[in-house]
């Protein structure tokens, strides 16, 4: 995992529960905490963060990823508002998830492991994001279409129908248009 997104954990974090909080989980789990955006950091790192994040305030991890997700789009549209401001809708945005956002960040860092998306627009005010991932980090990506849709001013609905967490091979996230 890139050492960015343990940045926007951090400062997440620090904003919602204090320095002290950060502190004491770095403690907890006997790390320095202290990331370059452009490396790659162990996986098991970022879920024992958040596992000890969940632990430390009550938050169940579930909720604490999606809140994640909400956050970090807001942070990373904070320092690459190109990838924004090229989509003036959320529809728009979505599709270009794959295949212009991804294929920048490649660019941005070296093997930067990202999850995999298909758009396939259901109806004009449906889209169905097919994900796969091997971290299985489907409720982060709820988390960031939920920040996407804040960040447009759109209403959306967002099911979840297929899950690799329930046995399938990806994750089917059905974006509603209201």
Not at 29 to 39: D, K, R
Not at 111 to 122: D, I
Request: charged share 25%; with cysteine; proline share 4%.
């Amino acid at each position: 995992m890139k050492g960015i997104i343990f940045n926007v954990l951090e400062d997440m974090v620090i904003e919602q529960c204090g320095m002290v909080i950060w502190n004491d989980i770095l403690e907890t789990l006997q790390i320095a905490g202290i990331y370059t955006a452009g490396e790659s950091y162990p996986d098991d790192e970022l879920f024992g963060l958040v596992t000890c994040i969940s632990d430390k305030t009550q938050i169940p991890v579930e909720t604490l990823i999606s809140a994640f997700g909400e956050f970090l789009f807001t942070r990373l549209a904070e320092r690459y508002p190109i990838f924004i401001e090229a989509e003036t809708t959320l529809i728009g945005f979505l599709k270009s998830v794959d295949d212009v956002i991804h294929m920048e960040a490649r660019k941005l860092y070296e093997n930067p492991n990202l999850p995999e998306f298909e758009c396939e627009e259901l109806t004009p005010n449906e889209l169905k994001m097919r994900y796969r991932s091997p971290r299985k980090l489907c409720i982060l990506a709820e988390g960031l279409i939920q920040g996407a849709a804040k960040h447009y001013k759109t209403e959306i609905e967002l099911d979840h129908p297929v899950c690799m967490h329930k046995g399938s091979a990806h994750c089917d996230l059905i974006v509603r248009f209201l």
